[in-house]
C-alpha cells in the first residue's frame, strides 16, 4: 500500500528558503503515473492546493499566490515529490502536505481530486 510522509519544514525568517520533499513508500511500484500534488492549511483557514504535476510528463500548475516563488519536481527514479520555497513570506506559515491519485486528475489544484495524503510538515516563517 502507498504510503507518503512529507519532511524538509521548519522556522525560517522572511526571504530565507526551504524545500520539502515528499516520499512514497518503497514498494510503490508505477509512481510516474500518479499526479501529485503540495497543499497547505494555515491556522484557521482552508486547505489550498499550492502546486500540483501531472504523472507521466512535465506539465506543473500553481496557484496565483505562490506562483514565481515556489516550484514543484518529482524524481520517479526516487519515487520522491519536492517542493522549492524561495522568498518565503509569513503568510507562507501553514502545515505542508502532499497529495497523489493515480493518474491525471481534472483539477490539479483541488483536494478532492486526491485520495492519499501525507501526514504533513509544518512552515514557519518569521517576520
Known amino acids: 500500500q502507498l504510503h507518503l510522509v512529507e519532511s524538509g519544514g521548519g522556522s525560517v525568517q522572511a526571504g530565507g528558503s526551504l524545500r520539502l520533499s515528499c516520499a512514497a513508500s518503497k514498494d510503490t511500484s508505477g509512481y510516474t503515473w500518479f499526479s501529485m500534488a503540495w497543499f497547505r492549511q494555515a491556522q484557521g483557514k482552508e486547505r489550498e492546493g499550492v502546486a500540483a504535476?501531472?504523472?507521466?510528463?512535465?506539465?506543473?500548475y500553481y496557484s496565483d499566490s505562490v506562483k514565481g516563488r515556489f516550484a514543484i519536481s518529482r524524481d520517479d527514479a526516487k519515487n520522491t515529490l519536492y517542493l522549492q520555497i524561495n522568498n518565503l513570506k509569513p503568510e507562507d506559515t501553514a502545515m505542508y502536505y502532499c497529495?497523489?491519485?493515480?493518474?491525471?486528475?481534472?483539477?490539479?489544484?483541488?483536494?478532492?481530486?486526491?485520495?492519499?495524503w501525507g501526514p504533513g510538515t509544518q512552515v514557519t516563517v518569521s517576520s
Open positions: 504535476h501531472s504523472p507521466y510528463g512535465d506539465q506543473t
Open positions: 497529495a497523489t491519485q493515480r493518474g491525471p486528475v481534472r483539477a490539479p489544484l483541488a483536494d478532492e481530486s486526491y485520495s492519499l
